[in-house]
């Protein structure tokens, strides 16, 4: 059974404005998580200010989530620049 992927307000408005190769690696890499029997099989947990959150890197993009196990949602918070995405 697949995951399904949300995207907050903030991510979408991130993501629409990265360039079109970059959106599309982002997006292909989201859909392989989200068919993945756990998504904690890629990615790091974030520890510190963003403890319960998980990491997933596609270049030079990150991409922080939430993962919802009682509802097999996978919440995505933001996406932005590795330099600025922690923010």
Do not use: C
């Amino acid at each position: 059974m697949a995951w399904k992927i949300e995207l907050s307000r903030e991510a979408e408005k991130s993501l629409a404005k990265l360039g079109a190769e970059a959106a599309t690696r982002i997006a292909k890499g989201l859909r392989e998580i989200a068919a993945l029997d756990s998504p904690r099989q890629r990615g790091e947990a974030m520890v510190g200010n963003h403890a319960g959150h998980w990491r997933y890197r596609f270049g030079n993009y990150r991409v922080i989530a939430r993962i919802e196990d009682g509802l097999m949602v996978i919440l995505v918070i933001a996406v932005g620049h590795r330099r600025e995405v922690y923010r």
